[in-house]
């Protein structure tokens, strides 16, 4: 079974970027929809962006429409997330989940592999 792996964390003011990367470890993300969900303290999981087998098509929250660019290399069997224009609520930890679904797909039950997570911190 792949693992998921998060990479790209970090602590960041208000208006910073970063970019988050997810790899498998042991398997490929080829001919899965890739997405990313964030849970804050305290909350439940939600989801942030997913997209196509090949790319060719995203799916953003409305929180992350604008600011967030989702994106798969998978040749180099990695996803990214883009965050740009960073908000003290984008606080969260970011799991990277893989699932035999549709690009549109944006409950976690949808997902069958996820990754540990990496914990994103903005502060004002």
């Known amino acids: 079974q792949a693992q998921l792996v998060e990479s790209g964390g970090g602590s960041v003011q208000t208006g910073d970027s970063l970019r988050l990367s997810c790899t498998t470890s042991?398997?490929?993300?080829?001919?899965?929809?890739m997405a990313w969900f964030r849970q804050a303290p305290g909350k439940g999981r939600e989801f942030v962006s997913a997209i196509s087998r090949s790319g060719g098509n995203t799916n953003y929250a409305d929180s992350a429409k604008g600011r967030f660019t989702v994106s798969r290399d998978n040749a180099k069997n990695t996803v990214y997330l883009q965050m740009n224009s960073l908000k003290p609520e984008d606080t969260a930890n970011y799991y990277c989940?893989?699932?035999?679904?549709?690009?549109?797909?944006?409950?976690?039950?949808?997902?069958?592999?996820w990754g540990q997570g990496t914990q994103v911190t903005v502060s004002s």
């Open positions: 042991g398997g490929t993300i080829n001919g899965y929809v």
């Open positions: 989940a893989a699932g035999a679904t549709l690009w549109t797909s944006t409950s976690e039950t949808s997902y069958n592999y």
